[in-house]
C-alpha cells in the first residue's frame, strides 16, 4: 500500500452512539438533546447527525440558520432549535424549513408573532423556544425581559411556546456557586411566564443531576467524548482521533535548533521526527510558543514531546528517548495528536485550551475516516 502524507482524522460512530445511551442514562426522565452546532463540533455534522438519530436522539440544537438548513436536510423529522434566534426578515425561512427559533429579544418575539399571524396561512401556531438568561449574560431575555414579557401575556398569542431554555456558565465546576444561583433565577423565570417544557442543562449542567435536568438536557461535548467538567474520568467514550505521519526523522547535535524563530535548541545529541499536521490543521501555532516541552503527542502509546514552534503543515517532536526501542520509530509511523492513548483533554489542558476549541478547529486536508 502506498504511503500516505496526510493526517487523519478517525471517528468511531459506535463510540458515539454509546456515549448517547449513557447521557440519556445521566438525564433520568428527562429527554436527552443532541446540540451539533459548528458542523457537530468539527467532527462532520453529515456523519454525526444519524448516528445520533439512528441512537433515539429526536431534537437537535444548532446556532444558526444556516446550519439548521444543513441539518433539516439530513433529517426530515426531527425537532431543530437554532439558539442564535431569528434575525429580522428571516422568519419565513425558519417556517419553509420546519426550524424552532430561539427567541432572545422582544423584537424576535414580536417578528415571530407577527409572522405566525399574518402569513402562515394554514393557522398552525409555529413552534419556536424563548431562551432566557440567568446569569451567562450572553444571549435570551434577562431578568427585566422576563417581566416585560410576563405582563404582556398577549405576546404568547398565535405561537406555540414550544420549551423554555437557559444556559449555565459554570456547569463544568459543580461546586460552583453560580450553578445554584441561575438555578433559582431560571426557576423564577419558569413560574412567571406561561407554562411550558424547561431546558436548562448542557453537558457539564446534565451531570450536576436532577435538579437541573427539567424536561430536556442539551448535550454537546460529552457525546464526542471529552468530558464537560474538570474531571478526566467524567469523559465517556473518545469517538475521536487524530493522527500524523511521521514524513522524515532527523539527528541533531548540540547547539542545532528547530523551526521557526529557532525557539529550541539541543542541548546535546538528539533523535527528531517531523510530523505531518500544522496549524494549517487547526493545531494552534499556541501550542509551540507558550511552552511547547509540556505538549506531549504519542508514538505506539509512547509520550513524545513538541519542539519548538509548530509550522503551518509539520510539527516537530523529540524521538530521542524512542531510539533505543526495538523498532525506532520510523518514516510512515503515526503520531497521535489526540486519541486513545493522548486523551484530547489532556492535552487541550498542555494547550491552555479547551476539547471544544481543539474540535472546532479541525482541519479540512485530513483523511477523514468514519467507522
Ligand atoms: C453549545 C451549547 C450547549 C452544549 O454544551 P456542551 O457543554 O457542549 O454540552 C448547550 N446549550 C447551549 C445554549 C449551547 O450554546
Redesign the pocket.
Given at each position: 500500500m502506498a504511503a500516505s502524507d496526510q493526517a487523519e482524522l478517525r471517528v468511531d460512530l459506535a463510540a458515539l452512539a454509546a456515549n448517547y445511551k449513557t447521557m440519556q442514562k445521566h438525564a433520568g426522565a428527562a429527554q436527552t438533546s443532541a446540540?451539533v452546532?459548528a458542523d457537530g463540533?468539527g467532527l462532520g455534522m453529515a456523519q454525526i447527525v444519524p448516528t445520533l438519530a439512528a441512537a433515539g436522539c429526536k431534537v437537535f440544537?444548532v446556532?444558526q440558520l444556516n446550519e439548521g438548513i444543513a441539518l433539516r436536510a439530513l433529517l426530515p423529522e426531527a425537532v431543530i432549535y437554532v439558539?442564535n434566534g431569528v434575525p429580522r426578515g428571516t422568519a419565513k425561512e425558519f417556517a419553509a424549513h420546519d426550524l424552532r427559533p430561539c427567541l432572545i429579544t422582544m423584537a424576535q418575539v414580536e417578528e415571530w408573532q407577527a409572522y405566525c399571524q399574518d402569513n402562515h396561512q394554514d393557522n398552525t401556531p409555529l413552534p419556536a423556544c424563548l431562551f432566557v438568561d440567568s446569569g451567562f449574560n450572553r444571549l435570551g431575555f434577562g431578568e427585566l425581559g422576563v417581566a416585560e414579557l410576563a405582563a404582556k401575556p398577549q405576546l404568547f398569542d398565535g405561537w406555540e411556546l414550544s420549551l423554555i431554555?437557559s444556559?449555565l456558565a459554570c456547569?463544568d465546576d459543580p461546586t460552583h456557586p453560580m450553578n445554584a444561583a441561575q438555578l433559582e433565577r431560571f426557576r423564577n423565570a419558569l413560574a412567571a411566564l406561561p407554562k411550558a417544557p424547561a431546558s436548562l442543562a448542557?453537558?457539564?449542567g446534565t451531570m450536576l443531576g436532577p435538579d437541573y435536568h427539567f424536561d430536556m438536557v442539551?448535550?454537546?461535548?460529552?457525546l464526542y467524548g471529552c468530558s464537560?467538567t474538570a474531571r478526566e474520568e467524567d469523559a465517556l467514550l473518545p469517538i475521536a482521533s487524530l493522527r500524523a505521519p511521521l514524513l522524515q526523522t532527523r539527528q541533531l547535535s548540540a547547539g542545532d535548533s528547530i523551526g521557526y524563530g529557532a525557539t529550541f535548541t539541543a542541548s546535546g545529541e538528539m533523535t527528531i521526527g517531523i510530523a505531518s499536521l500544522g496549524y494549517g490543521d487547526g493545531l494552534s501555532r499556541y501550542f509551540g510558543t507558550h511552552s511547547p516541552s509540556k505538549v506531549r503527542f504519542t508514538i505506539g502509546g509512547h509520550p513524545v514531546a513538541l519542539l519548538g514552534r509548530v509550522s503551518m503543515d509539520s510539527l516537530a517532536v523529540d524521538l530521542t528517548d524512542l531510539a533505543g526501542l526495538a523498532r525506532p520509530p520510523a518514516v510512515g509511523d503515526m503520531v497521535e495528536i489526540f486519541g486513545t492513548d493522548n486523551p484530547i483533554d489532556r492535552l487541550a489542558r498542555q494547550g491552555n485550551t479547551i476539547s471544544?476549541e481543539l474540535l472546532t478547529s479541525l482541519g479540512s486536508r485530513y483523511n477523514r475516516i468514519y467507522s
Open positions: 446540540v452546532k463540533y440544537w446556532a439558539l431554555a444556559h456547569a448542557n453537558s457539564g442539551r448535550t454537546g461535548t460529552m464537560a471544544y
